[in-house]
Nanobody
Framework: QVQFVESGGGSKQPGESLRLSCAVS????????LGWWRQFPGNQREMVAQ???????VYTPSVKGRFTISKEDTNNTLYLQMNKLKPEDTAVYYC????????WGQGTQVTVST
């Protein structure tokens, strides 16, 4: 059974940092393009960052230069390092495959406020 378990969220002040983790069960991890999405209240999920099986990365413009996506194939874990957080980064963050996403996990809440 495929499962995505996101963790690492919390409450931060603007300018601070967080590191999100996504533990993935399933045999597709090392061979797939994986991504982080976020969902604002009442809105659809938007993709934040993605990483290919070879390590190439793409970011949405609003987080480029502040967020870094990475992965460890040896332990099937995806990461999102979030620096210089802004209030507009407040959302629930999810991970999944980019192509043909599977069942979504519970996500992890990130709140940025003064």
């Amino acid at each position: 059974q495929v499962q995505f378990v996101e963790s690492g969220g919390g409450s931060k002040q603007p300018g601070e940092s967080l590191r999100l983790s996504c533990a993935v069960s399933g045999t597709f991890f090392s061979g797939s393009t994986l991504g982080w999405w976020r969902q604002f209240p009442g809105n659809q999920r938007e993709m934040v960052a993605q990483i290919t099986r070879t390590g190439l990365t793409v970011y949405t413009p609003s987080v480029k230069g502040r967020f870094t996506i990475s992965k460890e194939d040896t332990n099937n874990t995806l990461y999102l390092q979030m620096n210089k957080l802004k209030p507009e980064d407040t959302a629930v963050y999810y991970c999944n495959k980019v192509v043909q996403p599977l069942a979504w996990g519970q996500g992890t809440q990130v709140t940025v406020s003064t």
